[in-house]
């Protein structure tokens, strides 16, 4: 039998046989438990909604067979994936696969080991070659500018031997000297306009 | 032998006497060994503030720019000869700088660089 629902009829009516899309739950409403009952309630008895028995029969006939149908097809698509899985996992071909890939694997890996040694050796090689050949090259230039520099500067300085002022040259220079006097100062403004001339105290 | 420069200060004289002050001191240069490269005058002016030296108070002065290669060891010797010569105001030894540094100015690079290479091409 259907269960009656206890409490006052607004919410088991609610409840039962929800007029709105929400089922709203029982609420007390203004009255507490220990308030009397009102006038209009006085003789109220509460009377369980009518049941048809046969329909009742029925319904639950029906509703077993339902449920039995329906509980049995959910058990058997959850064994079903569960099967699956277990057989993915630890099935007859499972092993026979894993150490065939594992296999493979390590087939390839080593092949390519191989591969990248060989390379890796041909190249050490011929960077190695290249780069003291490279460095040779690069000291050798360095010394030919070297030598050339200073044999430069060696010419340069013989130019400039014969200005230079000796015991004989001493008066002479002296008066030059004395006779041309130099101005080193000058005057620059930011667009870089320089301006040699400048009163000297 | 390292190159030096010699900013020699001589009082304010008559012209012979400049010029028997200058022989002085070129020749005690020469006599220590030194190589006297060039001789420069920058002209009589005024003193930057007036110094004392060998009791007498100067304002003005003749600059000269002596450059010269010569032993390290004899400069202490030669400073303390000029120290002693009365027609003297200030000798100062250097270091001669054949090449200027190029100096990273920090800034707007193109005007600065563009000035420092102007500057330096019309100074010569």
């Known amino acids: 039998m259907f269960q009656v629902i206890g409490g ?5 009516a609610r409840l039962l046989a929800p007029r709105s899309a929400v ?3 029982a609420v007390r409403g203004r009255k ?16 369980p909604p009518p049941v048809d028995p046969v329909e009742m029969v029925v319904l639950k006939e029906r509703y077993t067979e339902y449920q039995l149908i329906m509980s049995a097809l959910r058990l058997e698509f959850k064994e079903e994936v569960l099967r699956k899985k277990y057989e993915e996992e630890t099935g007859s071909q499972a092993e026979e696969r894993v150490r065939q890939e594992a296999e493979e694997h390590r087939s390839l890996m080593a092949w390519n080991n191989e591969e990248n040694l060989q390379i890796s050796f041909c190249q050490e090689a011929e960077e190695a070659q290249r780069k003291k050949i490279e460095a040779a090259i690069q000291r050798e230039q360095e010394q030919q500018e070297f030598i050339k520099e200073k044999e430069r500067e060696i010419l340069q300085l013989q130019e400039e031997v014969k200005n230079f002022i000796t015991v004989e040259n001493l008066d002479q220079r002296i008066e030059e000297a004395l006779d041309n006097p130099k101005n ?5 403004d930011k667009e870089g306009r320089v301006v040699k001339q400048t009163a000297l105290q | ?5 010699l900013a020699l200060i001589l009082k304010q004289m008559q012209r012979p006497e400049t010029a028997a002050a200058l022989r002085r001191t070129v020749g005690t240069l020469m006599e ?5 490269r060039d001789l420069e005058n920058l002209g009589e002016r005024r003193l930057p503030y007036r110094m004392t030296k060998h009791n007498q108070r100067h304002s003005r002065g003749t600059y000269f720019l002596v450059d010269f290669y010569a032993a390290p060891s004899i400069l202490t010797g030669f400073m303390d000869h000029l ?15 054949t090449h200027v540094p190029h100096r990273n100015c920090c ?5 600065v660089s563009k000035l420092d290479d102007d500057v330096l091409q019309r100074v010569g």
Not at chain 1, 8 to 12: D, I, T
Not at chain 2, 83 to 97: A, C, E, G, N
């Open chain 1, 8 to 12: 006052r009829s607004v919410p088991a």
């Open chain 1, 23 to 25: 089922l709203v739950e």
């Open chain 1, 32 to 47: 507490s438990r220990t308030d009397p009952v009102a006038k209009s309630k006085e003789g109220r008895i509460k009377v």
């Open chain 1, 184 to 188: 080193y100062n000058f005057a620059i």
């Open chain 2, 1 to 5: 032998m390292p190159r030096y420069e």
């Open chain 2, 32 to 36: 220590r060994g030194a190589l006297v």
């Open chain 2, 83 to 97: 120290h002693r010569d009365v027609d003297v105001v200030r000798p100062t030894v250097l270091k001669k700088d």
């Open chain 2, 107 to 111: 800034g707007p690079q193109n005007v």
